[in-house]
């Protein structure tokens, strides 16, 4: 074999790789790291495979933090062999400790994970979508499309705007104005089908076959789902290097779930942070439960549903990722709950009066699930836990429309807001009284 001249090894931008294939997660088969996601052997899932050794050797915590403000930071963890990948700031999201959400639960040491305000779309999406349209540039893609709850739409048409590619996104018809518009801005072909999230997924397989795009969850869902591991590497780095005792977080495919594991294991494998047993803890609507029915009734595999909630981002009926997540449960000693339409607006209003923070549907079921947990004694008050916010609270204002009383309107005199203070004064005493019988 000859040896490679300087020319060869110099390109224009410096190309990197640290993953070496893709390998089915069921049957072990590689392959190369092209836009494929089902393996040819046993229909599995295929995941990136990484050179461990060699990220061993060369990345350090002083690397890292030595990167930029953004998920990019992590770029040897993730699928891209670019040093220039699409960065429009996505990640480092704050950690906040929320002593008020944790005192009126009753529990010592919980976390905020805020991906309700990550870049550019508000929502945790921007971090597969980033990974996955720098991927698909570097695969030689020029229109990017994907199946959306809602979310993804945002993202993708977004980060599709900024790197200049074609872009054309599919949703269910019956989603909430604010993901509608939040998508229609950037100028994308949106497909609203007639149909639920895992209808509109299958038309995008046959759409996948037959166009040749690159569908962020689809045929590029091997790098896309990579960008969740993000979220892991965050957190341990937030906490100082340490992994907490107990996560909780959403569950729509499961993907996400399962990645945040995956980014503390690949921390712990490289010698970033010292090893430790998380709990992992997961959070459906009661009107699209098919995990956490699955581990309620102790059972290994998924019995797909139709979708009924006002948690629109978490509606998948048959979940990709959901036998992983459910095993992730298990073997982590965590649990997974679901809670109903009215305990979701109550978590989504439990935050914002507790912490400031307004979440759409999605972190409104992990709040009331953690809330849920906490009581049963599933999660210890001594632990320290993470919840993870995934979205946005101003994209989803038709949920909790009509449970936010109303503005005093008043005219502009001293004494009719006088009067009308009085009024609020007395209401308020009058709730606590309520409130204490
Ligand atoms: C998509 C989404 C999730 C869940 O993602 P999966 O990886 O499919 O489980 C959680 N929260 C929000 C806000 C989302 O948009």
Known sequence: ???????????????????????????GAEYEAKAIHVCEECFGPLEVVYDYDALRQTVTR??????PNSIWRYRPFLPVETDTPIDVGTGM????????????????????????VNMPTLSFKDRVVS??????KELGFSTVSCASTGNLANSTAAIAAHAGLECCVFIPSDLEAGKVLGTLIYSPTLMAVHGNYDQVN???????NTHGWGFVNINLRPYYSEGSKTLGYEVAEQLGWELPDHVVAPLASGSLFTKIYKGFQEFVKVGLVADKSVRFSGAQAEGCSPIAQAFRENRDFISPVKPNTIAKSLAIGNPADGVYA?????????NIESVNDQEIIAGIKLLAETEGIFTETAGGTTIAVLKKLVEA???????TTVVYITGNGLKTQEAVQGYVGEPLTIEPKL???ERAWERAQTLERLEWQQVSV
């Open 1 to 27: 074999m000859t040896q490679a001249t300087p020319q060869t090894l110099a390109p224009t931008c410096a190309r990197t790789a640290t993953f070496t294939g893709l390998k089915c997660k069921e049957c």
């Open 62 to 67: 002083a690397s890292i933090q030595a990167g």
């Open 93 to 116: 999201t704050p950690l906040l400790q929320a002593n008020r959400l944790a005192r009126r639960l009753g529990i010592k040491k919980l976390y905020i994970k805020n991906d309700a």
């Open 131 to 136: 990974v996955a349209l720098t991927r698909a």
């Open 202 to 208: 299958r038309l995008c397989s046959e759409v996948a």
């Open 326 to 334: 459910l095993d992730l449960a298990h073997k982590t000693n965590g």
């Open 377 to 383: 004694g599933k999660i210890n008050p001594d632990e």
């Open 415 to 417: 004494e009719a807001f």
